[in-house]
């Protein structure tokens, strides 16, 4: 099979690019994930109530402003022109960021369980990235 390419529009880019760094993952699994759940739909297996809950606060991330700030803060660290206080923010912020991936482990699980995969192949699946210090861009 040949890889797919899509040219899209560029404010739909953007908002999908804003998307997967909220939710953070990489554009391309994003996209993925988009594009499954729409075609589980077409072929009418809708999500289960408990799945689609679990999904949902999978989801719960961030607000954009804290994912620019991070990746924002991210750059200028890689760059080694992070002020002190900034440092101390970027840490605050990834603390943050570690605080929701424990608060989604338990709902990845329990998912996992009902879609009987292991949960590897389930985090994998979603695009959920295990470091927050992944670049915003797919």
């Known amino acids: 099979m040949s890889p797919l390419t899509i040219q ?25 994930n988009v594009l499954k759940k729409r075609t589980q739909y077409l072929q009418k297996k809708p999500l289960n109530d408990r799945e689609a809950e679990l999904l949902e606060k999978i989801n ?10 991070f990746f924002r803060l991210v750059k200028k660290r890689e760059l080694e022109t992070i002020a002190p206080a900034e440092l101390k923010i970027l840490i605050k912020i990834t603390d943050q960021i570690e605080g929701m991936h424990a608060r989604r482990m338990p709902y990845l699980i329990e998912l996992a369980k009902l879609r009987n995969v292991k949960l590897e192949k389930l985090i994998r699946d979603l695009g959920i990235k295990r470091s927050p210090y992944g670049k915003a861009k797919g």
């Open 8 to 32: 899209l529009p560029p404010k739909l880019e953007e908002q999908l690019r804003e998307h997967a760094a909220k939710e953070g993952v990489q554009l391309d699994r994003y996209v993925l």
């Open 60 to 69: 719960d991330g961030l607000p954009e402003e804290i994912w620019k700030e």
